[in-house]
């Protein structure tokens, strides 16, 4: 079974925040983001940890939603 590799990226000004993370590894790329919002060096902010820090929610949702067996057929609309 092969391993996804999830990417969230953030480009502001000339700085590039990109965290590359798998599913193992999703509670220690949030620790990650809050850690930079914390350094004053950095011009990572809250916000911007919050914003990817949704991405990486929704990434988690959409996985759920691939492994569900019954999201693999054929969807019906009216």
Same mark, same amino acid.
């Given at each position: 079974?092969?391993?996804?590799?999830?990417?969230? %990226?953030?480009?502001?000004? *000339? +700085?590039?925040?990109? @965290?590359?993370?798998? #599913?193992?590894?999703?509670?220690?790329?949030?620790?990650?983001? %809050?850690?930079?919002?914390? *350094? +004053?060096?950095?011009? @990572?902010?809250?916000? #911007?940890?919050?914003?990817?820090?949704?991405?990486?929610?929704?990434?988690?949702?959409?996985?759920?939603?691939?492994?569900?067996?019954?999201?693999?057929?054929?969807?019906?609309?009216?």
């Amino acid at each position: 079974m092969s391993r996804r590799v999830n990417v969230v %990226a953030l480009v502001k000004n *000339n +700085e590039r925040y990109l @965290f590359l993370f798998d #599913d193992e590894s999703r509670e220690s790329v949030l620790k990650t983001m %809050a850690r930079f919002a914390e *350094n +004053e060096e950095l011009s @990572f902010t809250w916000y #911007d940890a919050a914003v990817l820090t949704q991405k990486v929610q929704q990434l988690e949702s959409e996985r759920l939603l691939e492994s569900e067996p019954w999201s693999s057929g054929p969807r019906v609309t009216r």
